[in-house]
């Protein structure tokens, strides 16, 4: 395995994946182990060989962290993720929490808006012997309990009549 190979299996990556420059070393760090189980020869200076190829593809403009930041960020505030989850998400692809913060703070939907689509999406608290299981959903997928309050109040008008009764009243 040498340089041409590892810059054409993460072209060939590239070309059906966008990717950070942290999942792509992944990426080829994985192909190498995979090539040294099948006993190919592996030069000694491996890990070097792997960051000139993401150097290349980074000067190529075929990486670019900040655009996949920013694409991830946008893609999963689309699908109703909470904050917590797209930071969760971030932090697993490499990045550290200061470098993703601000702009998150920036474009990210503002998080009762988000309960409100999933409660409307999922048709959540339509029926009053499932309020707990809805709420705990919720929670689950990483809301606040006042954004999950908010978005009751602002869809139902009072969210007394859909939270379960055992709750009290929660102000963060």
Not at 135 to 151: E, P, S, T, V, W
């Amino acid at each position: 395995m040498n340089s041409k190979r590892l810059y054409n299996i993460a072209i060939y990556y590239l070309k059906r994946y966008d990717s950070s420059s942290f999942n792509l070393r992944k990426v080829l760090k994985r192909r190498v182990v995979r090539e040294r189980a099948k006993n190919a020869e592996i030069p000694d200076d491996i890990d070097s060989v792997i960051e000139d190829v993401i150097a290349r593809v980074k000067e190529m403009g075929y990486v670019d962290d900040v655009r996949f930041m920013e694409n991830e960020i946008r893609r999963l505030t689309a699908r109703g993720k909470s904050r917590s989850f797209i930071e969760k998400k971030l932090v697993s692809c490499g990045y550290k929490k200061n470098d993703f913060t601000a702009y998150l703070d920036q474009n990210a939907a503002d998080e009762t808006e988000t309960v409100g689509a999933m409660i409307k999406k999922r048709k959540l608290f339509t029926n009053p012997a499932r309020r707990q299981k809805d709420l705990a959903k919720l929670l689950r997928a990483g809301f606040k309990y006042a954004a999950i309050l908010n978005a009751l109040k602002e869809t139902n008008g009072n969210e007394e009549n859909f939270l379960p009764d055992d709750f009290g009243d929660f102000d963060e």
